[in-house]
């Protein structure tokens, strides 16, 4: 039995910004109960020269949307980087998660083998369809889900494994 790509990218995106939500839910109820200014966990990163957690929000809802516009043979919606609140971040989550809610399933099947072409610092990557999402976008939408989940935990938000994986 295989896997289709419908199957492989939208309900699977959707679940990971979920769960990615319930994490900044517990962040930003935690930042209040111990009267932390929101703005520190935002701003938070593991060492000096990663990204802050608002921009691995910012990149692991572009990496959903990026995907399942690119597979769908769409151009991926501009997301303005603006987000400065826990608020902020739960909208960009939630208007990524309607955009994937409205691609149309059917534009994915197939989508295995489409050429799919990205420019990333300045270099041109070619994939096919199969190698981008199990190659590029799942692994980067984990990367910069899991350093949000890191960068929480780091600060002691009260976060597990469950948090992070959700309803199984």
């Known amino acids: 039995m295989s896997i289709s790509m419908v199957q492989a990218?939208?309900?699977?995106?959707?679940?990971?910004?979920?769960?990615?939500s319930n994490i900044l839910k517990k962040a930003a109820a935690h930042a209040e109960a111990h009267k932390i200014d929101p703005a520190v966990l935002l701003q938070s990163r593991l060492y000096p020269d990663m990204?802050?957690?608002?921009?691995?929000?910012?990149?692991?809802c572009d990496?959903?949307?990026?995907?399942?516009?690119?597979?769908?043979?769409?151009?991926?919606?501009?997301?303005?980087?603006?987000?400065?609140s826990f608020g902020d971040l739960q909208a960009?989550?939630?208007?990524?998660?309607?955009?994937?809610?409205?691609?149309?399933?059917?534009?994915?099947?197939?989508s295995e083998t489409r050429?799919?072409?990205?420019?990333?610092a300045g270099k041109e990557l070619t994939?096919?369809?199969?190698?981008?999402?199990?190659?590029?976008?799942?692994?980067?939408?984990?990367?910069?889900?899991?350093?949000?989940?890191?960068?929480l935990r780091h600060n002691g938000v009260p976060l597990g494994k469950a948090d992070y994986l959700g309803e199984v």
């Open 9 to 20: 990218t939208s309900p699977r995106f959707i679940n990971g910004l979920r769960n990615l």
């Open 51 to 60: 990204f802050a957690l608002t921009r691995q929000v910012q990149i692991a």
């Open 63 to 84: 990496q959903a949307k990026g995907a399942v516009a690119r597979l769908a043979g769409m151009e991926p919606p501009k997301h303005e980087d603006t987000e400065q």
């Open 92 to 110: 960009r989550i939630q208007k990524t998660m309607a955009f994937i809610e409205s691609v149309d399933c059917t534009k994915l099947d197939g």
């Open 115 to 120: 050429g799919i072409h990205l420019k990333v």
């Open 127 to 151: 994939f096919v369809g199969s190698q981008y999402l199990m190659g590029w976008a799942w692994p980067n939408f984990h990367f910069h889900s899991s350093m949000t989940y890191a960068i």
